[in-house]
């Protein structure tokens, strides 16, 4: 907690026993992973302000997670997420979110770079929302997810002090990409309930799946051995 400076009129709202406090343990335990993952293939640990900076996206995550599936008003959202400023905050979460995306920015990382991947990762969940439609091809569906998953894993990845280099940025595009697809994998069944409609659980054959992910990991592996 202590590296999220989290504010005071804030925290009866989000405590420990609080829904939103068990899922972002779920984010920060998935996200350090990917960061101790990149940083393991670069032959060191994620430094203290790394993972404070982890821990903070983490944080921010599942609100604007929240603010896809409550129908928000997606254009406020991204202006905010451009202009980070409590005071146009209009509730509780759009506010937690701006603490915690001005706490991101304070980090010693390329705020240009990153505040870019934030928005190409909005707009690719704002497309994710079209995911029911039937007009959507497969080439469609699965640019969705790539983008979805591949800027997230982007975002994450500026966090490190190696992220000027173009291909460790390529690396957690691509694992982010990889991360996203596999997961549409675990959640073929209630994606399908759900009607959302996947690259995955819309192929006709489960080598067309296989290929894509073998393709994927044999990318993942190339831009790893070139660090």
């Known amino acids: 907690m202590r590296d999220l400076d989290f504010p005071e009129e804030l925290k009866k709202d989000y405590s420990y026993h609080s829904n939103y406090y068990n899922r972002t343990k779920q984010y920060m335990h998935a996200n350090h992973f990917f960061g101790e993952l990149l940083c393991t293939i670069l032959g060191r640990t994620m430094t203290k302000e790394e993972r404070r900076a982890f821990a903070n996206l983490s944080s921010c995550a599942p609100i604007f997670d929240d ?105 957690g595009y691509e694992l982010g990409s990889f991360g996203q697809l596999m997961d549409d994998v675990f959640d073929l069944y209630d994606d399908q309930q759900e009607g959302i409609r996947t690259y995955v659980n819309q192929s006709k054959k489960i080598i067309d799946v296989r290929f894509v992910l073998e393709e994927k990991e044999q990318q993942i592996i190339s831009l790893a051995k070139s660090l």
């Open 67 to 171: 603010f896809f599936e409550n129908n928000s008003d997606l254009d406020h959202i991204r202006s905010l997420l451009h202009y980070p400023d409590k005071n146009s905050t209009k509730d509780s979460s759009e506010k937690l979110a701006v603490h915690f995306l001005k706490n991101i920015l304070k980090s010693e990382i390329d705020q240009k770079a990153f505040l870019q991947a934030a928005d190409d990762l909005f707009l690719a969940q704002t497309e994710s929302k079209d995911q029911k439609e039937e007009s959507l091809n497969q080439d469609q569906l699965l640019d969705i997810s790539n983008r979805k998953g591949g800027f997230s894993g982007l975002m994450y990845t500026l966090l490190l002090q190696e992220s000027s280099n173009p291909k460790f940025a390529k690396l």
